[in-house]
């Protein structure tokens, strides 16, 4: 089994400008989704878009995965390009936690219940209605030296 590394300098600087890039719409209980009904209205449709959660946009411009759309669950799913069979949430779960302090990321969204891990963190604060640029801010705060 390899061993974890962290995310590159480089991979973070992505991630954190493709977050606030406003290229992105984001959506909250899924990877990328299509939204149809919605009482949150940040998910308020306009067309078919996909819509990302922040995890999503870090499996997308990473490219973790590839995206294929279920039409019945109205959602993109995400077909392996590691070939690992993994969910590609979980390979990228050990490298955000070496990746990010998760105490001091804990500390930037207090509107959220305190989390025990990077991924259950970013998970909340994009469910928890931070912005995009919220949460690269908070990143950008807890990177490793």
């Not at 009482?39 to 946009?57: H, S």
């Not at 936690?97 to 500390?107: A, G, I, Q, V």
Request: glycine share 4%.
């Amino acid at each position: 089994m390899k061993k974890a590394v962290r995310y590159t300098k480089e991979e973070v600087t992505l991630f954190l400008r493709e977050l606030r890039s406003g290229k992105y719409e984001q959506m909250d209980g899924t990877l990328c989704g299509q939204v149809i009904n919605s009482t949150n209205p940040k998910d308020i449709p306009d067309n078919d878009t996909p819509r990302f959660c922040c995890l999503g946009v870090l499996v997308d411009v990473l490219h973790v995965a590839d995206w294929v759309y279920n039409d019945v669950e109205y959602q993109w799913e995400t077909k392996y390009s590691d070939d690992t069979g993994s969910m590609p949430i979980d390979s990228i779960k050990a490298k955000l936690e070496l990746t990010f302090d998760k105490d001091k990321l804990n500390n930037c969204f207090p509107r959220i219940l305190r989390a025990f891990n990077v991924t259950s963190i970013l998970a909340e604060a994009n469910d928890g209605n931070y912005s995009f640029r919220e949460i690269a801010d908070g990143l950008r705060k807890s990177v490793r030296p």
